[in-house]
Every structure is written in structure tokens, then in C-alpha cells.
């Protein structure tokens, strides 16, 4: 997935990565066995994590950040998920980059270039103001909240030419295609695969199992 800063002013139909996504259905799985090895192994950037790393369940998603669905998700069930089960101890919520083009890689590139401690803060944003910024110019929308975050405008020029974040992420998205990740948001709950945007109450009956006693 190779890009160029060039790349971020087009129009966002136009950037559809369709060779990587016409590898989705092709690609090959692997085997159940090693499936919950993969799922957990870290991404090469360190994965992005909150909650404590003991508790009972570790609920994974992959996303893409022109994903609507899952803006939809971090702005309704993901503020439940993390006053009730994040923040007390229940759930080790793991973030993981699944662009599905190259204005969704971008978005990531900024967040991960805004730091370790502000990388939620900047995935948050980046949903909330989502409608901003996926646009057929959106070069200047980003440059805006990156600007807001403390990135200079050199900082921002040079993040969305860090081939090796680049790289990366590349790498967390072909190990969630081996997955049989297809579409975003997608999530594993205790290794077990959640397909789509769900409420709280839905992903409560799932964490339930794993809350008993």
C-alpha cells in the first residue's frame, strides 16, 4: 500500500485500495488452531490498548476510519463500553488499523503520529468530525484537526510519508484479512469473531459468559 502525500488531495471515491480489497476474497485463512495466535499477536507499531492487560476479556476491533458504521459505533456503544467495563477493570479493549482506503490510512497515520497518549483522543476526533474530512479535497480538513492536536504543518507533511508506519499498518490489515476480517467495524470477544456495529446490551450478552462469579 503505497502512497504519496499527492495521493491525500484526491477525491475520496477515487482512493479505494481495490487490489487489496480483491485480496480479501482470495487470501488465504489460517487454520483455527493458530487463528488465536495471530489475533493476539502485537502489531509491529505496539498495539494501541486501554484497560487493564487482566482482565477478563480483551475485545479487539478492527476499523477503518471512513468506516460510518463504526464512527457510528465509537460515538453510541463505545462511550458505554468504556465507562462499564473499560475503566473498571472488565475489559482490555484492543484498536486495531484496518484501512479500507488510502484517506482511512491516512487518518491512522495521523493518529499514530500524534503519540501514544493522544492517539485515542485523535481516533475520536477524527470520528466526530468524520463528515469534515471524508470530502473530495480533504487534505485541508486534516491538516486542521492535526493542527489542533499540536502538529505542525512539516510534522503532518512528513507522517503521511512514514513509510514505516505505513508499512505497519499495512501489516495489522493483512494479518485481519487472514482473520477473515471483510468489513468494518469488526471485533473478537475473547477470540470469538462479532461481525457489524452492535449495542451495549448486545455486547454485554456476549461479555456475559465471561463475567460469571
Partial sequence: MKTT?????????????????????????VAPASAQALL???????DMALGDEKAPITIIEYASMTCPHCAAFHATTYPELKKRYIDTGKVRFIFRE?????????????ARCSGPDKYFPMIETLFQLQKEWVTQKPLGPLMAIAKQAGMSEPAFNDCLQDQKLIDGIEEVRQR???????STPFFFVNGKPMRGSYSIEEFEKAMA?????
Fill in 40 to 46: 493476539m499477536q502485537p502489531s509491529p507499531l505496539g
Fill in 176 to 182: 485481519g484479512m487472514k482473520l477473515n476480517v471483510q
Fill in 5 to 29: 502525500r499527492r495521493e491525500f488531495t484526491w477525491g475520496a471515491s477515487a482512493l479505494t485500495l481495490s487490489t487489496a480489497l480483491g485480496g480479501l476474497a482470495t487470501m488465504a485463512l
Fill in 209 to 213: 459468559p465471561y463475567l460469571k462469579g
Fill in 98 to 110: 484496518f484501512p479500507l482506503d488510502q484517506l482511512a490510512l491516512a487518518a491512522f497515520l495521523l
